[in-house]
């Protein structure tokens, strides 16, 4: 019970002075005397009001009796169900599990939707009315249609593309300026992937850099749904300048990255497999094994690494196989060409939804380093094939055709593209450089 005081002299003053004057004249006017003592007491007594709130179960009806309803949203987790989604949610509605268990489907969308976002709908008891996953430009949804009663459709989410600029100044870690500018990781990423080959980002870049980059984020609803795509960088490092800018060719729709020039940026094949290791064992022709002490041909490269090191297609290609290998333990193998395939072996798993048949970008993680198969330490065995037969992924390197330049008239749609890309990466010589210290 609460108790509410009202005094009635504060009341009065709050009448204002306006009508504080009319009462004064009217006072003067007609000679009337001053309140009286007994008069006093009275108005300075207290008011005491009981007031009695509504039980809490009759004000949930109220509201329920309205129409209220709580919309919530979470990620969804790498090893969720849909009875702890649900729980993180605040969905409390036995026929919606029961429903969920039964379709075939759910745990299948569940697993392609993990680092998604998940929106549910309730009443105020906790029952669901509308659960929706996103993946991308995919929507998964469950409705209500009655009591006890469900229906699940997908939906095409439209979406809308926005193009980010940054201007960066590299301070005491490269990859540390790109994060405090708010670069998302994808394209920092596919700027070291498209400078690697020319410059060595633990030797060569140092405080003081300068990085320009303009790059797509595509968003749903409004949300960033981790699609993006770089158009446009220009790398200062030291005295040097690398510049990068996207063109679709008009006749194959194939994207590459081209210098100022139209020469292509990106190599034939990445320098390593692995970012930041060493090479533990080269590739000959004699060498005691390590497990088996006699003398055998090494017709690859071990990179040692710590457990868990993402792996990536040194190029584009196609898996060609990925699965168990006696010796190698957990293999993959990605074919580039008509001429050239590697190969990554004694991994201790592989990326997520990889699969023989899939198309593989260059620097795309296929897997993790691991001590599968015959390894006596956690590293990398990486082997190339030229024809089907085994060379030493160092005189391959060491060639790294380039992609085809552009020509004719391919070159003069290009010089109008990076015309434009080219002038907004030197507007951004004239804003505040984000620099992380």
Same mark, same amino acid.
């Given at each position: 019970?609460?108790?509410?005081?009202?005094?009635?002299?504060?009341?009065?003053?709050?009448?204002?002075?306006?009508?504080?004057?009319?009462?004064?004249?009217?006072?003067?006017?007609?000679?009337?005397?001053?309140?009286?003592?007994?008069?006093?007491?009275?108005?300075?007594?207290?008011?005491?009001?009981?007031?009695?709130?509504?039980?809490?179960?009759?004000?949930?009806?109220?509201?329920?009796?309205?129409?209220?309803?709580?919309?919530?949203?979470?990620?969804?987790?790498?090893?969720?169900?849909?009875?702890?989604?649900?729980?993180?949610?605040?969905?409390?509605?036995?026929?919606?599990?029961?429903?969920?268990?039964?379709?075939?489907?759910?745990?299948?969308?569940?697993?392609?939707?993990?680092?998604?976002?998940?929106?549910?709908?309730?009443?105020?008891?906790?029952?669901?009315?509308?659960?929706?996953?996103?993946?991308?430009?995919?929507?998964?949804?469950?409705?209500?249609?009655?009591?006890?009663? !469900?229906?699940?459709?997908?939906? @095409?989410? $439209?979406?809308?593309?926005?193009?980010?600029? =940054? &201007? /960066?100044?590299? *301070?005491?870690?490269?990859?540390?300026?790109?994060?405090?500018?708010?670069?998302?990781?994808?394209?920092?990423?596919?700027?070291?992937?498209?400078?690697?080959?020319?410059?060595?980002?633990?030797?060569?870049?140092?405080?003081?850099?300068?990085?320009?980059?303009?790059?797509?984020?595509?968003?749903?609803?409004?949300?960033?749904?981790?699609?993006?795509?770089?158009?446009?960088?220009?790398?200062?490092?030291?005295?040097?300048?690398?510049?990068?800018?996207? !063109?679709?060719?008009?006749?194959? @729709?194939? $994207?590459?990255?081209?210098?100022?020039?139209? =020469? &292509? /940026?990106?190599? *034939?094949?990445?320098?390593?497999?692995?970012?930041?290791?060493?090479?533990?064992?080269?590739?000959?022709?004699?060498?005691?094994?390590?497990?088996?002490?006699?003398?055998?041909?090494?017709?690859?490269?071990?990179?040692?690494?710590p457990y868990g090191t993402p792996v990536r297609s040194v190029a584009d290609g196609v898996v060609v196989s990925k699965g168990w290998s006696t010796g190698y333990g957990n293999t993959v193998e990605i074919k580039h060409n008509e001429r050239?395939?590697?190969?990554?072996?004694?991994?201790?798993?592989?990326?997520?939804?990889?699969?023989?048949?899939?198309?593989?970008?260059?620097?795309?993680?296929?897997?993790?380093?691991?001590?599968?198969?015959?390894?006596?330490?956690?590293?990398?065995?990486?082997?190339?094939?030229?024809?089907?037969?085994?060379?030493?992924?160092?005189?391959?390197?060491?060639?790294?055709?380039?992609?085809?330049?552009?020509?004719?008239?391919?070159?003069?749609?290009?010089?109008?593209?990076?015309?434009?890309?080219?002038?907004?990466?030197?507007?951004?010589?004239?804003?505040?450089?984000?620099?992380?210290?």
């Open positions: 019970m609460r108790r509410l005081i009202l005094r009635r002299p504060e009341r009065l003053w709050t009448l204002g002075p306006a009508v504080f004057g009319v009462m004064m004249a009217a006072i003067t006017a007609f000679g009337l005397s001053g309140i009286s003592e007994a008069e006093s007491r009275v108005l300075n007594q207290q008011v005491a009001i009981e007031i009695r709130p509504e039980s809490l179960e009759h004000q949930m009806k109220a509201l329920a009796a309205h129409g209220l309803e709580l919309t919530r949203e979470d990620e969804v987790r790498k090893n969720d169900s849909f009875e702890s989604l649900l729980e993180r949610l605040g969905v409390e509605d036995r026929d919606a599990r029961q429903y969920l268990r039964k379709d075939a489907r759910t745990a299948a969308v569940l697993r392609t939707s993990a680092g998604q976002t998940a929106l549910v709908r309730t009443d105020l008891e906790g029952r669901l009315l509308r659960l929706q996953l996103l993946n991308k430009l995919d929507a998964w949804i469950v409705e209500r249609t009655g009591e006890g009663q !469900f229906t699940t459709r997908t939906a @095409r989410l $439209g979406s809308e593309m926005r193009i980010e600029h =940054r &201007s /960066v100044q590299v *301070g005491r870690s490269f990859y540390g300026a790109m994060d405090e500018a708010g670069v998302p990781e994808a394209i920092t990423e596919q700027v070291v992937t498209l400078f690697e080959s020319d410059l060595d980002f633990r030797r060569q870049v140092s405080s003081g850099d300068i990085v320009r980059v303009i790059y797509e984020n595509q968003l749903v609803g409004g949300r960033d749904i981790g699609a993006y795509k770089l158009l446009a960088v220009r790398f200062e490092a030291g005295q040097k300048t690398y510049e990068a800018l996207y !063109f679709e060719h008009p006749e194959t @729709r194939k $994207g590459n990255y081209y210098d100022a020039q139209g =020469r &292509s /940026v990106k190599r *034939g094949f990445l320098a390593e497999p692995l970012r930041y290791t060493r090479m533990s064992s080269g590739f000959t022709t004699y060498r005691l094994h390590p497990l088996f002490g006699d003398p055998r041909a090494h017709r690859g490269v071990d990179y040692a690494a050239y395939s590697t190969l990554y072996a004694h991994l201790s798993d592989y990326a997520p939804k990889l699969a023989r048949g899939k198309n593989i970008t260059m620097g795309e993680v296929i897997g993790f380093v691991g001590t599968t198969g015959w390894a006596t330490g956690p590293h990398l065995h990486y082997e190339f094939r030229v024809n089907g037969r085994h060379v030493d992924p160092s005189r391959i390197i060491a060639e790294n055709p380039q992609v085809p330049s552009l020509a004719g008239s391919a070159l003069k749609s290009f010089e109008v593209a990076a015309a434009d890309l080219r002038g907004r990466l030197s507007l951004l010589d004239n804003v505040n450089t984000a620099r992380a210290q």
